[in-house]
Nanobody
Framework: EAHLVESGGGLVQAGGSLRLSCQAS????????MGWFRQAPGREREGVAC????????AYADSVKGRFTISMDNAEKRAYLQMNDLQPEDTGVYYC?????????????????????????WGQGTQVTVSS
């Protein structure tokens, strides 16, 4: 199992930017694919983006394409989420996820499946608030 520590959330005005980071501490996995989810009050959790540790493949939810960029320091197992042109609807708690398998992470981030799949690592969450 992975231990994930997130940072970088905060309060920003609409149109502003924030950068989230997630440090994964995992000893038993060769590849640590990482992704981000978010949950707004009263709404279901939704996927944001994910990145493949082995080959660099990236996937984004339609709602953030063109505004958010996910990246990863493969050696350090640290993922970043650069969020630009933030809007009030981006408000929520952002969670980092890590898994040794790419398929489940990718499919959950894109909303292709919705299960109680237990990822190898799940962060404590960081609040992002965008004011109008």
């Amino acid at each position: 199992e992975a231990h994930l520590v997130e940072s970088g959330g905060g309060l920003v005005q609409a149109g502003g930017s924030l950068r989230l980071s997630c440090q994964a501490s995992i000893r038993s996995l060769i590849y640590v694919h990482m992704g981000w989810f978010r949950q707004a009050p009263g709404r279901e959790r939704e996927g944001v983006a994910c990145i493949n540790d082995e080959d660099g493949r990236i996937a984004y939810a339609d709602s953030v394409k063109g505004r958010f960029t996910i990246s990863m320091d493969n050696a350090e197992k640290r993922a970043y989420l650069q969020m630009n042109d933030l809007q009030p609807e981006d408000t929520g708690v952002y969670y980092c996820a890590a898994d040794g398998a790419w398929g489940p992470l990718h499919d959950h981030v894109l909303g292709l499946v919705n299960t109680n799949y237990r990822f190898d690592g799940w962060g404590q969450g960081t609040q992002v608030t965008v004011s109008s």
